[in-house]
């Protein structure tokens, strides 16, 4: 496997964690565990679907670039959430549907995966435990910190970037 693609990869599809942790008023770590958790049962879930398809799909590397791709394009375009709260009586749901919006990136770059031929349990739980980090420092580094907008710009760049690479490698 090509280990260094698939951590750029994870740090990229993880980067908009941080800015969601940091926007969250709830300012516990409920949020990044929950994160951790739903981002591990979706990628999982995903990885294997999208190796199911691959073994039946042509072209399978350009599918999966593609895809990578589009999750770069959905980060750059996408607008940004000011100040999500979490903390009122349906906080438990509004966590829960918050940590299936971060887990999105970690799903589709794991159906791309294993477009490309990278199966693992093991890339499931680097995406998971770099969402859960990710997420927990934003949370941290806002109790102490201003509120930053507009980073989803770098991540999509950075998938783009990797995309391309792997296209052409």
């Avoid at 438990?92 to 589709?108: E, H, I, R």
Wanted: charged letters at 10%; glycine letters at 8%.
């Amino acid at each position: 496997m090509d280990y260094f693609y698939i951590a750029v990869t994870v740090l990229a599809v993880s980067v908009d964690c941080f800015f969601v942790g940091f926007s969250v008023k709830d300012k516990s770590l409920f949020f990044p565990c929950l994160a951790g958790i739903v981002t591990f049962f979706i990628c999982l879930a995903s990885m294997y679907l999208g190796k199911l398809l691959a073994s039946v799909l042509p072209n399978i590397k350009y599918i999966g670039c593609i895809l990578l791709a589009l999750v770069g394009a959905f980060n750059i375009l996408r607008k940004d959430e000011s100040d999500i709260k979490v903390k009122n009586e349906n906080s438990n749901w509004l966590s829960f549907a918050l940590a299936v919006g971060v887990a999105t990136d970690g799903a589709l770059a794991s159906f791309s995966f294993a477009f490309l031929g990278y199966v693992s349990v093991w890339i499931v739980l680097g995406l998971c435990v770099t969402h859960f980090v990710c997420s927990g420092l934003g949370v941290i580094f806002s109790k102490k910190f201003f509120r930053l907008k507009g980073f989803n710009i770098f991540s999509g760049i950075m998938l783009i970037v990797l995309a391309l690479t792997k296209l052409v490698i």
